[in-house]
């Protein structure tokens, strides 16, 4: 996943994030029962783990925001998106598409196709003006 988001070096920060998006959900379609058990039993596994153990969770889950948070930045470089806390918004933005992947494994959205509607959330918002 990290080297495809890699590749999207240069790319303009919107197609990167869309990218983001596809890379997470198509890692999720295939490892969604063991990112389930991290996300509902965090914390016991967290609890029950070692102090190593509870760095690699941190390591990891600031590895999925790094990407996010730099195509964020290079957005605002670009003017394509508003002065926002890349950080921040990187952390909002997994946790849309950690909503929409459960969407996925329920059934209630379909991949590839409803990627679209989170395109469209954070390019366009839900308030129309």
């Excluded at 996943?1 to 303009?12: F, N, T, V, Y």
């Excluded at 999720?28 to 039993?41: E, G, I, Q, R």
């Amino acid at each position: 996943m990290i080297a495809q988001l890699e590749a999207m070096q240069g790319a303009k920060a919107v197609d990167t994030l869309q990218a983001s998006a596809v890379a997470f959900f198509q890692f999720y379609s295939t490892n969604h029962a063991y990112f389930d058990l991290l996300v509902t039993k965090r914390a016991e596994l967290v609890r029950e783990s070692g102090v190593d153990i509870v760095q690699d969770f941190e390591e990891a889950g600031r590895g999925a925001v790094g990407p996010i948070a730099k195509a964020y930045s290079a957005g605002i470089e670009s003017g394509d998106f508003r002065r926002r806390d890349p950080e921040k918004m990187a952390f909002v933005l997994r946790a849309v598409a950690i909503g929409m992947a459960v969407g996925f494994r329920e059934g209630n959205l379909k991949f590839p196709d409803d990627v679209a509607l989170l395109t469209d959330l954070v390019l366009n918002g839900i308030i129309q003006s």
